[in-house]
């Protein structure tokens, strides 16, 4: 079976978790600060804070921000549920902006029309967490002039765009958001096993999302609301989570960051190929925007899928039983149950469910070798046959 996502481990990255493992520490050590300051150095943003997954990453930026109750969050319906989910967790409500049908990221348009609505209903969202589908970032700098009109914080859900750029810059300088967050599970593009990171500019949020991830506890004498009883003191100002990540993850984080642009690179080459094998075949290919350097985590094709997706679903059964491990990025979050008994309805976010039924994940991964990917592409003519 190829898969649709692979990790990449190399000796060096088992080197480097084992020297871990022969050290003193195991969880809190030093390697987590210099695997925070080598993506933080990479992205060209100030700070760096290393959790245990983009997740957590999500929930902790969120409350950072002072998300909580009677606030409004905003994200893409073409999404994984965790860059929703993380407004729940703080007790604020969720709402979807459509995508746009060819960058398949949140619309722009879309998104000024509902907060022009929104300024007039007195309903205007606290954050909005723009997902950069694919590998492929939204368009940040439209997006920071809304937020500076409108006044609400960007969270960048960049869990698939980490070695990606826009307009030059690498995702995660934060140029234009509060925070950007990483995932660093296996099928992303460099792994801790589990993982992820929050990066920002601003040092009062770091130090909070610092906090956030060691249950809201402080050691700074400045911070502590009272007279430390002594130098063992720690006081807790907040409420934090243990979202901690350990060194032996943070060890195979830096090692893999070593060859992130090489990795990039390589799916680079891949979709190159795929684009240009694909070209004769009905089916819509991925378009990206010429002010983004995609990191392609994902090569997600459009299948004309007739009838209510039955077309797709008879491609997947195909290329499944032919042993291409083809996956399907997103179901709509708002069509998800929980989402259904929150209110959300089927057709409330029509371009992200028309996208929906016709989406189909090839294989990517920096392993992929070029006969396998021969095989994808004729097992897909076949099927479309
Ligand atoms: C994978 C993913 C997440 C969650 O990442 P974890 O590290 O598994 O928690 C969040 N958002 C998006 C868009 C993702 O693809």
Redesign the pocket.
């Known amino acids: 079976m190829i898969p649709y996502g692979r990790q990449n481990i190399e000796e060096s990255d088992i080197e480097a978790v084992i020297n871990v493992l022969r050290s003193d520490w195991i969880t809190q050590g030093p390697v987590i600060g210099q695997f925070e300051a080598a993506v933080a150095a990479y992205c060209g943003a100030k700070f760096g804070i290393a959790v245990n997954?983009?997740?957590?990453a999500?929930h902790s930026a969120c409350a950072a921000l002072g998300l909580g109750p009677g606030d409004r969050l905003w994200t893409s319906p073409n999404?994984?549920v965790?860059?929703a989910n993380c407004a729940l967790y703080c007790g604020a409500s969720v709402d979807f902006v459509d995508i746009d049908p060819r960058t398949l990221n949140m619309s722009i348009p879309v998104l000024e029309a509902r907060l022009v609505e929104a300024e007039a209903a007195g309903t205007l969202p606290k954050i909005i967490v723009p997902?950069h589908?694919a590998g492929q970032s939204c368009d940040m700098q439209a997006v920071r002039v809304l937020a500076d009109r409108y006044g609400f914080y960007v969270i960048e859900?960049a869990?698939?765009a980490i070695g990606a750029r826009y307009q030059g810059d690498p995702v995660g300088s934060c140029c234009y958001s509060d925070i950007t967050?990483f995932?660093?599970?296996p099928?992303?593009i460099i792994t801790t096993a589990?993982?992820?990171m929050t990066l920002t500019n601003n040092p009062e949020l770091a130090d909070r999302l610092r906090r956030l991830r060691n249950h809201g506890l402080t050691r700074e004498p400045d911070m502590m609301r009272y007279a430390p009883d002594g130098p063992w003191c720690y006081q807790q100002i907040e409420l934090g989570y243990n979202y901690r990540m350990t060194d032996m993850q943070a060890a195979l984080g830096l090692s893999q960051l070593a060859r992130l642009d090489e990795y990039v690179r390589r799916r680079h080459q891949l979709v190159a190929r795929y684009d240009q094998l694909l070209s004769g075949l009905p089916i819509t290919i991925p378009w990206c925007h010429p002010d983004c350097y995609s990191a392609y985590h994902l090569y997600p094709v459009r299948i004309n899928s007739g009838l209510a997706g039955q077309g797709r679903r008879e491609i997947y059964e195909y290329m499944q039983a032919a042993g291409i491990g083809v996956n399907v990025h997103y179901i709509p979050v708002h069509t998800q149950p929980y989402y259904q008994d929150i209110g959300f309805r089927k057709g409330d976010f029509p371009e992200a469910e028309r996208y929906y039924l016709e989406a189909l994940s090839l294989p990517l991964f920096p392993g992929l070798g070029t006969e396998e990917q021969d095989s994808v592409v004729d097992a897909l003519a076949r099927a479309l046959k």
Do not use: I, M, Y
Request: without cysteine.
């Open positions: 997954s983009a997740t957590s999500l999404t994984f965790a860059s997902v589908f859900d869990s698939h967050v995932s660093f599970h099928v992303k589990e993982g992820g």
